[in-house]
């Protein structure tokens, strides 16, 4: 997939592309910080929504909390008073008189605890006893809420309390209570009377309207884009008193969410000092593509969970107005860079357009002898060396012609020189035979190594040679040079088996050789002549090949002016000798003559390994001369390659 996405890039033109880089570089930094203010933003708005939702939810918790106070506190007023208590518990009929009393004194105070708390919509005391006797409102016989739903559960409260909501208008289950308008939703404090204790002896219930326990939660002050829940211990909610007032915020997703943390919801931990000490958290979760925000804090003495559900549509709209500004803004500045950057590329490019043609007409063959351009820059100099190429390219078309032509004469001469070759070894192979009649061993053998040395002379197939084809050359070549002193040429070859197979550039050593037997020694000097050469491999797969003679050496200014002749770049300025050489004529012609086999096998070795490889000449006085050639590691069979 990558590969031909590359290969269409690649065919783009140079414009194309160019604009198309422009393009993202400004498209990139420019989105992503377009991406990241905009995500800063919907983060405030969303903070500030959830900082006015917990404002809320405290206010209304504080409401609660406090109506929960009010209802405790009426039902402890009630139990503390002592005739109230004994009037319930009582084993025989109370007389007339102490029901009057009791009228007057305990029952106006329990009616009193309803005037002082509007808010509470009934106290009722419900007696187990066959001789209390009932007074509406207040006091009535137990038996009248057997049915009721929250009987079984204050019967076993023992000394906690229990609370009881009622979320639906009900009708009188009895008409014993005559009351004629309906039971409305409403919230029940209930407390167990025990006299003595362990005893059963009756109920105490405090009833509140859930408008007033509640009034953001289940009265008329909801708000169009937020909720008020209150969930019970079961985790289902309580629903408001009025039929018109309807839950339509999804719940049940953030029930889900609260629970298992799905449906891309998102925890705040809430400020300290915003919450104080009451725990609160804050959950985002998105259901049928709306965003909500549902904030909830724990009612402990209730067991029970208010929830505030925010809708963030119009808190996201704004942010939404202001991305859509951004993307189109965005878009307009791009379109106007491409249109200001293609004018600009069909300008700047223009030239490179004319260079571009002019390539095309070099490579369909076509002699061209130029091209000129407007301006400076890259694109000048790229069309100046262009020009300075195509001149190089014509005179390399004329100098191909004229070596072609001499490369045909070249041919021609090789095939007379390779008769004349076949009639000199016809001629040594006589004079040979000649030499073998009369017994002359000698001149049988030198012209035995003559003629191995001019057929490896004349048998040039190929640059490469075996090192054990030089070493049998250079054999020859001492056998023959031997004849010219009465003490003969010692060789000495220190060469590993494995390394004769070693590829080598043909007539390599033999120069080095022939140096030692013109310079080395003295023909008139009666001594002991030494030859040797030594092989050897590096762990870097470099091959040494030593050649070290026993001759008289050269002093330090000789060996200075040698090394500059031999590594001298081949160029006429060049072809001199250092002045701090001693300016001797004939020792300085017969240095250069000397240094000329050197010089070129240095030259063959750059030019067929590289600069790295080469000679390196080492001498002393009285002491001899050292050359050493470095190589890289070839063989021609086997082994290593």
Request: negative net charge; aromatic residues 8%.
């Amino acid at each position: 997939m990558l590969q031909p996405f590359l290969r269409w890039i690649n065919n783009l033109s140079l414009q194309s592309r160019l604009i198309g880089t422009y393009i993202i570089v400004i498209l990139l930094p420019t989105t992503a910080v377009s991406l990241y203010f905009y995500n800063q933003v919907n983060e405030t708005y969303i903070q500030d929504t959830r900082l006015k939702s917990i404002d809320a939810l405290q206010n209304e918790k504080q409401v609660l909390l406090t109506q929960i106070e009010t209802m405790e506190r009426a039902a402890q007023l009630a139990l503390s008073d002592q005739e109230v208590i004994q009037y319930l518990a009582s084993n025989h009929d109370t007389p007339t008189a102490e029901l009057i009393e009791f009228n007057n004194s305990s029952y106006a105070n329990l009616a009193q605890i309803g005037i002082n708390n509007p808010s509470i919509l009934h106290l009722r005391l419900y007696s187990d006893n066959d001789h209390t006797y009932e007074m509406w409102p207040i006091f009535f016989k137990e038996k009248r809420v057997w049915d009721e739903p929250w009987y079984k559960l204050a019967r076993t409260l023992g000394d906690r309390e229990g609370w009881y909501v009622q979320r639906q208008n009900l009708l009188p289950r009895s008409t014993r209570f005559m009351v004629p308008e309906l039971d409305p939703p409403k919230v029940s404090l209930l407390r167990e009377i025990q006299v003595p204790k362990g005893h059963h002896a009756g109920i105490v219930q405090i009833d509140m309207l859930l408008a007033n326990f509640a009034p953001r939660t289940f009265g008329a002050l909801q708000e169009d884009e937020s909720q008020m829940l209150l969930l019970d211990a079961g985790g289902g909610y309580i629903p408001p008193s009025s039929k018109d007032q309807q839950y339509t915020f999804p719940l049940q997703q953030w029930l889900t969410a609260n629970h298992t943390e799905q449906n891309e919801t998102r925890s705040y931990q809430a400020d300290a000092a915003a919450i104080e000490d009451q725990e609160l958290s804050s959950i985002r979760y998105t259901y049928q593509g709306t965003a909500y925000l549902a904030t909830s804090t724990s009612i402990d003495r209730l067991g029970a969970q208010l929830v505030h559900i925010v809708s963030l549509e119009k808190v996201l709209q704004d942010t939404r107005r202001a991305r859509n500004g951004i993307v189109l803004l965005n878009i307009g500045f791009i379109l106007l860079v491409s249109l200001i950057t293609y004018l600009a590329n069909t300008f700047i490019l223009k030239n490179l357009r004319l260079l571009t043609a002019a390539m095309k007409k070099v490579r369909r063959g076509e002699l061209h002898h130029g091209v000129e351009v407007d301006g400076g820059g890259e694109i000048g100099e790229l069309a100046y060396h262009f020009n300075r190429m195509t001149l190089t390219i014509n005179e390399l078309i004329a100098q191909a012609v004229s070596k072609q032509a001499l490369m045909k004469e070249a041919e021609l001469r090789t095939l007379y020189s390779q008769i004349d070759a076949h009639f000199l070894y016809n001629t040594l192979e006589n004079i040979k035979m000649l030499a073998e009649i009369e017994d002359q061993r000698q001149i049988s053998d030198a012209l035995t190594s003559l003629g191995g040395m001019m057929r490896y002379n004349f048998k040039w197939s190929g640059e490469y040679v075996k090192l054990s084809e030089e070493v049998r050359h250079i054999r020859n070549y001492i056998e023959v040079m031997n004849i010219r002193f009465e003490e003969p040429v010692r060789l000495e070859l220190n060469i590993p088996e494995v390394l004769l197979e070693l590829e080598i550039l043909k007539m390599s050593l033999q120069p080095l050789v022939e140096n030692a037997f013109k310079h080395a020694w003295n023909e008139e000097e009666d001594m002991e002549r030494c030859l040797l050469i030594e092989v050897a491999a590096t762990p870097d797969r470099v091959i040494t090949v030593i050649v070290q003679d026993n001759g008289s050496g050269m002093d330090a200014p000789q060996l200075e002016a040698l090394q500059q002749w031999i590594y001298v770049p081949d160029e006429p300025d060049h072809h001199h000798i250092s002045n701090s050489y001693p300016t001797n004529a004939p020792k300085e012609q017969q240095l250069r003559k000397g240094g000329i086999g050197l010089r070129n096998v240095q030259r063959r070795l750059a030019l067929f390994y590289g600069e790295d490889y080469g000679l390196q000449i080492t001498s002393t006085i009285g002491e001899g001369t050292r050359v050493t050639l470095r190589f890289p590691k070839v063989l021609l069979t086997g082994g290593e390659s």
